[in-house]
């Protein structure tokens, strides 16, 4: 049992910095699961594969990928505090950069202006979640960042809702007759560009709107003093951490968790309108579902980090991980609505998964934290490469989800698969820290 629950989480001292960072984890999440269901929304009106549709996973979470490490480093020559604003610059770019891609209808275009917006992402994320970690004690710091992280799901409520009312219900390429068949498909090519160039700029308003809002977050943060800690943010030699790092079986085996873990997420969160779609639910509908697979991440996130107070937080990582894996079988071999009952309840278990893997790699790493923190955002690739493998397991029989059946399943449900192996090995993580790594309590 962990020791550290009378110790104050946040001091009065760095108080308000603390709520400016935190914002940030909204506002990342916001962008994250407004993207989400955009998959679905640019295979409807560019007529793309699944595969093809993938590919915004693949640029999305591919920027983290590639900038994670160069944010590590600017933030190593500088401070946390000019990491942010750089993250946040980038972010604001890139959004903006959708209003030339709508114009210009390209998809390649879409894809590079999402890949520059999650290269402002990766700096956030590189910067913002060591910095919460650094705000006080080392041994309330996987508390505390737990709780910053409980604000990530509430801009991703608010990104789908956006996305739900704002995108999805006011595409007109997803129209369909009485009878339930796609109108868009037969139309003629000078009447599905029309619906198309519409459809485009309906997606592009969001983006927009929110990158303004990142100016704003810019120059808020801007002007206000922020903390520094001078162990952790002092410069490090690049070589000889990231030597001290790979020595770390707990790190090591961390980052990997990490990979497989946003990977199970973001398959679990971008697949589950597909899934509801083979259950005869409409697109807008759909989001319902989504909304509350993100409502029960909400209350896991809460009830998670109330109870790594008494919990250790490998052994409580290993419990949620075996839930999720139960979770995912109903998802697969459940009939029904219960199938996609059992896929929202997955989002529960996956609450605690990503600060409490990131909080016990880092954990004792001191100076070396910013670049740990680097390969844990890197980590985040996994959120490009596994929904492609699902994308592309989702094709075997043709574009649509129930072409061919696997076990008795279809396609569909069989491809969730993958996720419950990502999760075997989160639980994996967790049961090796609490068997046999040394948390410091």
Known sequence: MNSNNKQSVVSKAVLVPFILITSLFALWGLANDMTNPMVRGFQKVLELSNTQASLVQLAFYGGYFTMALPAALFVNKFSYKKGVLLGLALYSIGALLFWPAAAKESYGFFLSALYIMTFGLAFLETTANPYILSMGSEETATRRLNFAQMFNPMGSILGLLIAQNFVLGALRSDDVTEDGIPIYDTLSEASKSLIRTSDLEIIRNPYVILGVV????????????????????????????????????????????????????????????????????????????????????????????????????GKLLMLFGFGAMLSLLGAIFLPGMLGIYALILTSFFMSIMFPTIYGIALEGQGEDAKFGAAFLVMAIVGGALLPYLQGYMLDFGGNGYEDVRFLGVSEMRFSFVLSFICFFIVAIYGRKVYTSYQIKK
């Open 214 to 313: 990142v100016i704003f977050f810019f120059l808020l943060i801007s002007f206000i003093k922020m903390p520094q800690n001078k162990s952790q943010e002092a410069k490090v030699k690049f070589s000889a951490s990231i030597k001290r790092l790979w020595k770390e079986p707990k790190f090591v085996f961390g980052v990997i968790a990490q990979m497989f873990y946003i990977g199970a997420q973001i398959m679990c969160w971008t697949y589950v309108y597909q899934y509801a779609e083979t259950l005869g639910i409409d697109a807008q509908s759909a989001v319902w579902y989504g909304l509350a697979g993100y409502i029960f991440f909400l209350v896991g996130r809460t009830i998670g980090t109330a109870l790594l107070a008494k919990i250790d937080s």
